[in-house]
T-cell receptor, first 111, second 114 residues
Framework: AQSVTQPDIHITVSEGASLELRCNYS??????LFWYVQSPGQGLQLLLK??????LVQGIKGFEAEFKRSQSSFNLRKPSVHWSDAAEYFC?????????FGTGTSLTVIP | DVKVTQSSRYLVKRTGEKVFLECVQD?????MFWYRQDPGLGLRLIYF???????EKGDIPEGYSVSREKKERFSLILESASTNQTSMYLC?????????????FGPGTRLTVT
C-alpha cells in the first residue's frame, strides 16, 4: 500500500532563515506528489504538485519542492521564511484513485 | 475559484445523537471525500464518492455513512455519535477518478461529542 512519511513532527525556525520539510513516500509506480498547507482552524490549501517533467517544482508563497526518485523523496523548501508561514504542512501522494497523506509537520516561526 | 463549503465550522453534539455534516462544491467535480483529522494521525479517509449515488469505503468507515444524492453535495452521517468521534472533519473534492488532480478542501467542521 502507498504511504507517506514526514519524519519531522515539529520544526522551529527563525524568521528569515531557510526551511526544508522532509517527505518520503512508498509507491511502486510514478508518483503524483503534493504539498498542502493548513493554517490554524482552516482547511488545506495546495502549495504545489508534481506529476512529471522537471523535478524541481515551484509553488505559491515562494515554496519549491524537489522530486528525487532515487531517494523516494519530495522535500519542500523555502529560502527565507516569513512569520505568516507558521502552519501545518502535509505531503501527499496520489495513485489515481486516492490520496495518502503524511501525518504533517508543524512549523513554528520565531521572530 | 473552486469553492468547497461545509455547513458548520463548529458543532457540539451529545452521545447517541444522529449527526449530519454537509459539504457542497461548486465546480462540478466528480469526486468527493470525507476525512477526519486528529493530532499525530494526519488525515484519514472515511468515505469517498466518484459519482452520484456511488460511495466507497475509505480507511476508517466504521461508525459513519454517507449520502450523495446530487453531484455537488456529499453528506457524512454519524448514526449514533460517540465521544471517540470528536475530531476535525474535512471535506474535499476533485475532478474525475483515474487522473491526477489535486483535491480542494473545505474549511473543516470541528465536532465535539459530549
Amino acid at each position: 500500500a502507498q504511504s507517506v512519511t514526514q519524519p519531522d513532527i515539529h520544526i522551529t525556525v527563525s524568521e528569515g532563515a531557510s526551511l526544508e520539510l522532509r517527505c518520503n513516500y512508498s509507491y511502486g509506480a510514478t508518483p503524483y506528489l503534493f504539498w498542502y498547507v493548513q493554517s490554524p482552524g482552516q482547511g488545506l490549501q495546495l502549495l504545489l504538485k508534481y506529476f512529471s517533467g522537471d523535478t524541481l517544482v515551484q509553488g505559491i508563497k515562494g515554496f519549491e519542492a524537489e522530486f528525487k526518485r532515487s531517494q523516494s523523496s519530495f522535500n519542500l523548501r523555502k529560502p527565507s521564511v516569513h512569520w505568516s508561514d507558521a502552519a501545518e504542512y502535509f505531503c501527499a501522494v496520489e495513485d489515481g484513485n486516492q490520496f495518502y497523506f503524511g501525518t504533517g509537520t508543524s512549523l513554528t516561526v520565531i521572530p | 475559484d473552486v469553492k468547497v463549503t461545509q455547513s458548520s465550522r463548529y458543532l457540539v453534539k451529545r452521545t447517541g445523537e444522529k449527526v449530519f455534516l454537509e459539504c457542497v462544491q461548486d465546480m462540478d467535480h466528480e469526486n468527493m471525500f470525507w476525512y477526519r483529522q486528529d493530532p499525530g494521525l494526519g488525515l484519514r479517509l472515511i468515505y469517498f464518492s466518484y459519482d452520484v449515488k456511488m460511495k466507497e469505503k475509505g480507511d476508517i468507515p466504521e461508525g459513519y455513512s454517507v449520502s450523495r444524492e446530487k453531484k455537488e453535495r456529499f453528506s457524512l452521517i454519524l448514526e449514533s455519535a460517540s465521544t471517540n468521534q470528536t475530531s476535525m472533519y474535512l471535506c474535499a473534492s476533485s475532478w474525475e477518478q483515474g487522473t491526477p488532480y489535486e483535491q480542494y478542501f473545505g474549511p473543516g467542521t470541528r465536532l465535539t461529542v459530549t
